[in-house]
């Protein structure tokens, strides 16, 4: 029995997932954040053509099965609606426990990626607006 593949552009690469410890990290510290209480999304401007998506879904969300499902929805959720978001942005978002539905996900992940994102944007404008007021 063959086993089907997803087509090769229905998937992220490798260049459009945030995958290191640090990567994560690094997104996190920028601290533009925007949640809902079932979702965490935290932006930051990566300065790349692409938008990145990492995925943290800690064990309070469930078992192994539950927590790999909730992250094909935000995977999924993402990948068709990326073309509505800015690129040259690394996306993080943190799954919080709770029962999870695809159209529920992709309607909460869009507003909440460009809350962030929006985020993002301000806080770098006020870094820009401060550095350049110097001496």
């Known amino acids: 029995m063959v086993t089907p593949q997803p087509h090769p552009r229905a998937t992220l690469s490798r260049r459009q997932r945030i995958i290191r ?7 996190y510290s920028a601290r533009a954040r925007a949640g809902d209480g079932r979702l965490v999304v935290y932006a930051r401007p990566n300065g790349r053509a692409d938008t990145r998506l990492g995925i943290s879904v800690g064990r309070r969300c469930g078992g192994a099965v539950v927590r ?3 992250k094909r929805l935000i995977r999924e959720a ?3 609606g990326r073309a509505a978001l800015p ?4 996306i993080v978002v943190v799954a919080l426990p709770g029962q999870y ?4 996900v992709r309607q909460r992940l869009g507003a909440l990626v460009s809350e962030a994102i929006r985020r993002s944007r301000a806080a770098a404008e006020r870094k820009a607006d401060a550095g350049g007021e110097g001496p």
């Open 87 to 90: 690129h040259g942005h690394d």
């Open 101 to 104: 539905a695809y159209d529920d």
């Open 78 to 80: 993402f990948r068709q």
């Open 21 to 27: 410890t640090g990567e994560f990290q690094a997104v």
């Open 68 to 70: 790999n499902r909730i």
